[in-house]
């Protein structure tokens, strides 16, 4: 897709007038902002994606929730605040629903950066699996639990919650202390230079 370049920085009159005219339904306005922003988001979207596609469908579906959603719009919060809170937030949805997918393009990924053979990537990535799941095992059998059903199994606080019968903020407690606990385990057990980084925002962003 080929985006014409325009001027990212708009003053507050502008931004606001702008605002209003996409709150009216006006399609020239909407394509203004999409013009505007296409690349800051797709770079969002590239960042915590890594695969040009999720990132290119990540963006067009935040920019059609701002036009299905254009009348709730509030004139007084910048637009590209407003567009890179929701990108971001629409990221974690994405990596919770293409788990395998965005794993799969970063393990090709850090192969290709360490210039090392597949047999020794997969390795690698074996080790760092092994110290985590040594780690959970650290952890309280609810935690655990948790834990893996919100990253592993892809589920939202609501659907751990009823799975295993306890209140949501148990589980947005249960799983913040697991959290922290494995960063701060594999920080210190985990010896792979260059692929930790990138393998914990995947997990714990």
Known sequence: MRIRKVPIRLG???????????KMGEEKAFEEIFYRYYKHL???????LKHPDLAEDAVQDV???????????DEAYAIKNFLSVSMKNHVLNVIRDHHQTIWEYISADVE???GEDTTSAAFQLQEYGAILERGMKELSPQREKVFRLRVFNGLNNEEV???????????????????KFLKDYLNRHADLEGILPILL???FF
């Not at 797709?42 to 915590?48: D, E, H, T, V």
């Not at 920019?63 to 709730?72: A, G, M, S, V, Y």
């Not at 919650?161 to 959290?179: H, W």
């Open 161 to 179: 919650a009823g799975q295993l019968s306890v209140s949501v903020n148990t589980v947005k407690v249960q799983f913040s202390q697991a959290t």
């Open 63 to 73: 920019f059609l929730k701002l036009w299905d959603h254009r009348e709730t719009l």
């Open 112 to 114: 290709e950066r360490l």
């Open 12 to 22: 507050q009159h502008a931004e606001k007038e702008v605002a209003h005219r996409l």
């Open 201 to 203: 925002y995947f997990l």
């Open 42 to 48: 797709y770079a969002i979207g590239l960042k915590f």
